[in-house]
């Protein structure tokens, strides 16, 4: 099956710093998501970027599929941002999402 | 428009029993998806039923088990509860299988089994 690895693993940042996040994955994919995992352990739905650049107020998300990778950036970071960034994504033959490690992301004041 | 919601949210069973979850998708979705996740093994697949069909399904024991409904609702049931069950359910919802869409996901069900 698809291999989906993310770096860093952990990432301690101070309020107000920038970040990226990044997303290698091994095959062809249909779907490609962002997540944020809240502290109750909802996955919030970042992004859907299969392919291209999409912004969100102080995220924006790149992915080259044809270079398979996937970048998160986050600008002047929020004690909010703290938790858990996992990348997903979906095969083209298939359904299922297959999910990264996750980001462990701690944003201090 | 309301998102996919799970009941219970929270769970304390013991070895050996059974539990059953609930998904509903959001309106119109007719996909869901299982998904639990232990610090262990992070995040890995259960099983995906659409039309009330399943369509796939993840490397786990027959004991994890699940149908769908005619209103797209689903349901997974795990047997013969073991400790190592313990972990967080999530389920997802989309309009297709395998569509390019966003899925979304429901708030999850915490399964601790004592």
């Known amino acids: 099956g698809i291999q989906v690895e993310q770096s860093p693993p952990d990432l301690i940042l101070q309020e107000g710093a920038n970040s990226t996040l990044r997303c290698n994955f091994s095959?062809?994919?249909?779907?490609l998501q962002w997540f944020h995992q809240n502290p109750w352990g909802q996955l919030i739905n970042l992004f859907y970027i299969p392919s291209g650049t999409k912004q969100n107020g102080r995220l924006s998300a790149t992915t080259v599929a044809t270079e398979r990778y996937s970048l998160l950036y986050i600008s002047s970071s929020q004690t909010t941002d703290s938790g858990v960034y996992f990348c997903a994504v979906q095969e083209t033959s298939g359904s299922r999402l297959t999910f990264g490690e996750g980001t462990q992301l701690t944003v201090n004041p | 428009k309301a998102g996919v919601t799970q009941t219970p949210r929270y769970l304390i069973k013991t070895r050996g029993q059974q539990v059953t979850l609930s998904c509903s998708p959001i309106s119109g979705h007719r996909s869901v998806s299982w998904y639990q996740q232990t610090p262990g093994q992070g995040l890995q697949f259960l099983f995906e039923y659409f039309s009330e069909t399943q369509r796939n399904k993840g490397n786990f024991p027959g004991r994890f088990s699940g149908r769908q409904f005619s209103n797209s609702r689903s349901e997974m049931n795990v047997s013969t509860l073991e400790l190592g069950d313990s972990a967080l359910y999530l389920c997802?919802?989309?309009?297709?299988?395998?569509?390019?869409?966003?899925?979304?996901f429901g708030p999850g069900t915490r399964l601790l089994v004592l």
């Open positions: 997802a919802s989309s309009f297709t299988p395998g569509g390019r869409e966003t899925q979304y």
């Open positions: 095959d062809s994919v249909n779907n």
